[in-house]
């Protein structure tokens, strides 16, 4: 749930429509991902194979069952804007304006999920590597969040009784039995490792290369890490850091291809792709 708000698998939608929305929602995501890969140089010339892998990891985890919109692809799409909005923040004297807006849509998304306010925290440690959280910054960030709260309930257009505080529910407290989940649980503990050796062997050749697109890779890494650490605190609430997950999976495989001296990459590419489909098979043959 919402901070106020119902979340969006609440919502009553039919299939098509919650259908629908899930593919625009995917499509405005790589879309987003792709021009942000442009226009900061955060993998140089990889932006094609980039948005590919993101849509084909992103895709063999079932999010919910049925199609169910749910807010995997809004947060995901809020942390691609906010990691923007970071970029062009980078080392700024001023960044109070970038600040703002960047808690205005954390907490316009946790007013539907709370997870939003949970993914705020690697948002402000980015900030600080980027040495653009001062005090002024720390104003304008608590402004930005308090700001559509005291909109909405300024002009009532959310009782003050719908406002309650998030619950969530670790691991320990429900653990599903459904034969799918493991499938899921397995993929996401194979992109977790991959991703990880990943990390560090591009880590390294990274170091010596640019200092700002290194620094924006470790922005991707730290968001990364911060999904993988909140579905593991928040087990429950799982799918709702998915889509964010993988799409820093997607930063590291691509990384291959930009920083690797590869030999017939096509072949690397169609094995990452092909086992990411093996694990969408197997989790709709259990479904």
């Known amino acids: 749930?919402?901070?106020?708000?119902?979340?969006?698998?609440?919502?009553?939608?039919?299939?098509?429509?919650?259908?629908?929305l899930n593919v625009g929602l995917l499509g405005v995501c790589a879309l987003v991902l792709l021009l942000l890969s442009k226009s900061f140089s955060v993998i140089k010339g990889k932006g094609g194979i980039l948005t590919l892998l993101f849509l084909v990891t992103s895709v063999s985890f079932p999010w919910a069952p049925g199609g169910m919109l749910t807010t995997s692809l809004i947060l995901a799409l809020g942390m691609l804007l906010c990691l923007g909005i970071l970029f062009s923040a980078y080392r700024k004297s001023n960044a109070a304006r970038q600040l703002f807006l960047m808690a205005t849509i954390l907490a316009l998304g946790s007013m539907v999920q709370y997870s939003f306010l949970i993914m705020s925290i690697p948002l402000l440690i980015v900030a600080v590597t980027f040495k653009?959280?001062?005090?002024?910054?720390?104003?304008?960030?608590?402004?930005?969040?308090?700001?559509?709260?005291?909109?909405?309930?300024?002009?009532?257009?959310?009782?003050?009784?719908?406002?309650r505080l998030p619950e969530p529910m670790t691991l320990w407290n429900g653990m599903p039995s459904?034969?799918?989940?493991?499938?899921?649980?397995?993929?996401?503990?194979?992109?977790?490792?991959?991703?990880?050796?990943?990390?560090?062997?591009?880590?390294?050749?990274?170091?010596?290369?640019?200092?700002?697109?290194?620094?924006?890779?470790?922005?991707?890494?730290?968001?990364?890490?911060?999904?993988?650490?909140?579905?593991?605190?928040?087990f429950n609430n799982m799918t709702a850091?998915?889509?964010?997950?993988?799409?820093?999976?997607?930063?590291?495989?691509?990384?291959?291809?930009?920083?690797?001296?590869?030999?017939?990459?096509?072949i690397w590419l169609t094995g990452i792709c092909a086992v990411y489909m093996a694990f969408l098979i197997l989790a709709y043959m259990y479904l």
């Not at 960030?141 to 005291?150: K, Q």
């Open 178 to 234: 459904h034969t799918a989940i493991f499938t899921g649980l397995a993929n996401l503990g194979f992109t977790a490792v991959v991703s990880l050796i990943l990390g560090l062997n591009n880590g390294m050749k990274l170091y010596a290369g640019n200092t700002q697109r290194r620094m924006f890779n470790m922005a991707v890494d730290i968001v990364q890490a911060a999904a993988l650490i909140a579905m593991i605190l928040d």
């Open 241 to 266: 850091y998915v889509v964010t997950f993988f799409m820093g999976a997607a930063f590291q495989y691509t990384n291959i291809f930009s920083l690797w001296n590869l030999r017939r990459p096509w």
């Open 1 to 20: 749930m919402g901070i106020c708000l119902p979340s969006p698998v609440d919502w009553n939608l039919t299939p098509l429509a919650s259908l629908l």
């Open 132 to 163: 653009s959280l001062r005090l002024r910054e720390v104003i304008a960030f608590a402004m930005g969040l308090c700001a559509p709260y005291w909109i909405a309930l300024g002009l009532m257009l959310i009782p003050v009784d719908c406002l």
